[in-house]
């Protein structure tokens, strides 16, 4: 394995580690590239595990209403929608 592998592996090993909340033993001999890397892998890693239940039901509410307004629109043009496949298809034939 030749030193850039190497480096290459112990930089996926230690995003790894700040992933998961670990301490590294030592970061001075990283180049700024690989600190901002880990940085921002210790930055995503305190994110939310998951949305707001606020930001789901808004999500929902946002997702029901496209499908309401594409049916809507859809039928006004004659066509039904087959929500199995999402294919249009007209009616009669």
């Known amino acids: ?10 930089l996926l090993e230690n995003i790894d580690k700040a992933a998961a909340g670990e301490e590294l033993p030592e970061e001075s001999g990283l180049d700024k590239d690989m ?8 930055e995503m890693a ?7 239940k606020e930001f789901k039901a808004q999500l929902k509410a946002e997702i029901t209403h496209r499908v309401v307004e594409q049916q809507k629109q859809d039928y006004q043009n004659g066509e039904t929608r087959n929500t199995a496949t999402s294919c249009a298809v007209r009616p009669g034939r």
């Open 46 to 52: 305190s994110w939310p595990k998951s949305p707001s």
């Open 35 to 42: 600190k901002a890397a880990l940085e921002m892998t210790r």
């Open 1 to 10: 394995m030749n030193k850039k592998q190497q480096q290459d592996k112990q």
